[in-house]
């Protein structure tokens, strides 16, 4: 935790909020646990967001490319131009603080035009969610806005459950990615909601994405339907390569292993390699084998055929626990 807070206090002005509100990590139960809390409970998050600008990349690249390149040579031409003119009306040293505040006007403008653009985005995001409790019937409003100063709150009582924080970035002319990260006060852990949209739009974007996380149910526990099995990864180049169908039962065999079944392929793709440990690629054919004995299947067509004479199928195995 101590390290946690050290590079929390050099990365982000927010560390003497975050210490007012009291970071610690208690036991917690399974439900509590849970980064968003029992769904069945309302939770209160701290209205106060500040968005910083991380940067304008359109801006950067104009300026360091074409824009001040191009600004400089315009200033030597003219600056060639007034010099070589006899008698001038231009003194040659009048002419140095001229360029120098030319030649930054260009960024004084872009730091300027964009000040209050931080904190229309975090009014945008609060009214968005409060959009979407309008628009959307639920059960239970969880998300409580809380827009009095941390500082103030009562620990037992008001002290918000979540702390709220935003960056920005010019991506284009027209477009904004804005993120916005939320921080659970007791746990200290962190989730982040991104999206890309025009200015106008880019706050309700990031609304939706934090309104799911939080007002949607939680997944039920996932049953395990093979949890006396396990998916054995091949070696890369068995992986990526289709042997003969004559050889994958002893290549399963070598691994302690067999071929699966074709209910055992249909549930491994179906979870995928999150779930089962290894990849399938749909438009591959397997080699299995079940009641039926040594089959070919497509995933895709969700067909088994028999192999033909020195076929070729990809190859994943299962071990029995």
């Known amino acids: ?11 982000t002005p927010l560390f003497a909020l975050l210490l007012t509100l009291g970071l610690h990590a208690p036991a917690l139960g399974a439900e509590e646990g849970r980064f968003c809390g029992p769904p069945q409970s309302p939770v209160l998050v701290s ?36 010099l070589a003119i006899p008698g ?3 003194d040659p040293e009048a002419l140095q603080p001229l360029f120098r505040f030319l030649n930054n006007m260009h960024d004084t403008m872009v730091n300027s035009a964009d000040q209050g653009i931080g904190q229309a985005l975090a009014d945008g995001f609060l009214s968005a969610v409060e959009d979407l409790y309008a628009r959307n019937p639920v059960p239970l409003r969880r998300i ?8 103030l709150a009562k620990p037992e009582e008001d002290a918000p459950n979540y ?11 027209q477009q904004l990615r ?53 998916w054995v990864p091949l070696p890369a180049t068995l992986a990526v390569q289709d042997v003969l169908t004559t050889q994958a039962q002893a290549v399963c065999a070598a691994q302690g292993a067999r071929l699966p079944t074709r209910l055992e392929m249909t549930l491994g793709a179906a979870f995928g390699p999150y779930f089962t440990g290894v990849g399938f690629d749909p438009s591959r054919y397997y080699a299995i084998e079940d009641e039926n004995g040594l089959q070919v299947m497509n995933l895709y ?14 190859v994943l195995c299962i071990r029995d626990l």
């Open 1 to 11: 935790m101590a390290r946690f807070l050290l590079r929390l206090r050099r990365a």
């Open 47 to 82: 209205a106060r967001l500040p968005i910083l600008k991380a940067g304008n990349v359109p801006d950067f690249l104009a300026t360091n490319q074409i824009a001040r390149q191009n600004t400089i040579a315009t200033y030597a031409n003219i600056a060639e131009r007034l």
């Open 88 to 90: 001038g009306p231009v």
């Open 144 to 151: 409580r806005f809380s827009y009095s100063h941390p500082a």
């Open 163 to 173: 702390v709220l924080y935003g960056q920005y970035t010019v991506v284009s002319a």
């Open 178 to 230: 804005l993120t916005i990260s939320v921080l659970r006060t007791d746990t200290a852990e962190q989730r982040s909601f991104s999206a890309i949209a025009p200015l106008t739009q880019v706050s309700a974007a990031v609304a939706q994405h934090f309104f799911d996380a939080f007002q949607r149910p939680e997944l039920a526990e996932f049953v395990d339907p093979m949890p006396r099995t396990e």
């Open 301 to 314: 067509a969700s067909e088994c055929l028999p192999p033909a004479p020195r076929q070729k199928a990809a």
